[in-house]
């Protein structure tokens, strides 16, 4: 399933895991990312909390985890190429959690398309 957050985080899970990375939204308002701090393996993440940032040419953006779980896994990529998710965001993730919980408030690509045309 692919969710979005208020955020502009997308999460695709398949009910255990999940993949979660920026919105195309997200990417074009930020411009030229420059910069990510994106948590380590083991770490925890609470759905509405903090897991990091992402620094562009413009600004720097806090990163609010969607979803309640651990980190599994890292994109270390962008530690060094952090550009690559202006080229392509909807297919570079930042990190990947084992989920313990997908909140009622994530949204589907309809909604999430709705909640863009208000902003």
Do not use: C, Q
Request: glycine share 8%.
């Amino acid at each position: 399933m692919l969710y979005f957050s208020k955020n502009h985080l997308w999460v695709k899970s398949d009910g255990t895991n999940a993949e979660i990375g920026l919105t195309d939204y997200a990417a074009e308002k930020l411009g030229n990312i420059v910069f990510v701090n994106i948590p380590d393996v083991g770490e925890s993440l609470s759905a509405g909390e903090r897991f990091g940032d992402v620094e562009s040419v413009k600004t720097v953006s806090d990163l609010i985890s969607p979803v309640d779980g651990e980190v599994i896994e890292v994109n270390e990529t962008l530690l060094d190429e952090p550009e690559i998710i202006s080229e392509n965001p909807s297919e570079v993730w930042l990190i990947k959690a084992r989920v313990e919980n997908i909140p009622d408030g994530l949204m589907t690509v309809e909604e999430y398309d709705l909640f863009k045309e208000g902003l």
